[in-house]
């Protein structure tokens, strides 16, 4: 993946590293300026399209919603105030779940690998937000088998893909894999902002698993 002038340096090494070990590293220091580096310098706006697009079909405020790579909060936080209290949020940094803890918006958070089998029960969740977390380094289209196992029939998957991470990996062939074996299906994708500052965008998704 190539470098852009405006990058935040932070943000490229995140987006290059090798190994998780080293990607744990940056964020545990990272976390204390996350939110303010993402937001306030690249323009981030992950956290709002994916809410305000899961919002626009998600009415029940009583149904439980997993934030996959919660991160500090930022998702949450939004639920949060729309009147949405059965929040569970996953992350694999320690340091990054602590600081989303302080809000005191999810009903529970735990420490897992969106990589790797999750420890949830199959038809857990009414719906999924992944906002930020498909991108180069950190978690590839392989996750959405879990995402949908975990998911209940009927209910929706919100997320994003960084743009270079699209093009990249097999998103395309995986989404389409799980239509045909009508596991869930589109209701809407399209390009979105994604990192305003640094003119990065997005595929924006919402799908629908299977009745």
């Known amino acids: 993946m190539k470098n852009t002038k405006s990058m935040i340096p932070t943000i490229f090494k995140t987006l290059h590293t090798s ?3 080293e990607l744990e590293n940056i964020y545990k220091n990272w976390a204390p300026d996350y939110e303010h580096d993402v937001i306030q310098l690249a323009g981030y706006v992950g956290h709002l399209i994916t809410t305000r697009l899961l919002l626009k079909y998600f009415t029940n405020n009583e149904f439980e919603v997993l934030d996959a790579g919660c991160g500090t909060g ?4 939004i639920l949060h105030k729309k009147g949405i209290k059965n929040i569970v ?3 694999f940094s320690q340091q990054m779940l602590d600081l989303a803890l302080k809000k005191n918006v999810y009903k529970s958070l735990h420490l897992m690998d969106l990589t790797k089998k999750l420890d ?3 038809d857990t969740f009414d719906a999924i937000v992944c906002a930020g977390t498909f991108t180069c380094g ?3 289209p392989e996750a959405f088998v879990e995402m949908v196992r975990i998911t ?3 209910g929706y998957i919100s997320f994003t893909v960084r743009k270079q991470e699209w093009e990249a990996l097999p998103y395309e062939k995986t989404i389409k894999d799980l239509e045909e074996a009508e ?3 589109e209701i809407e994708r399209f390009t979105s902002d994604y ?11 919402l799908y629908q698993i299977a009745a």
């Open 74 to 77: 930022l998702v949450g936080e």
């Open 138 to 140: 950190h978690v590839g």
């Open 120 to 122: 949830f029960e199959d």
């Open 152 to 154: 209940k029939s009927g």
């Open 183 to 185: 596991l869930w299906h």
């Open 195 to 205: 990192n305003v500052q640094e003119g990065i965008s997005c595929q924006l998704c």
């Open 89 to 91: 949020g996953v992350d």
């Open 19 to 21: 190994t998780l070990n």
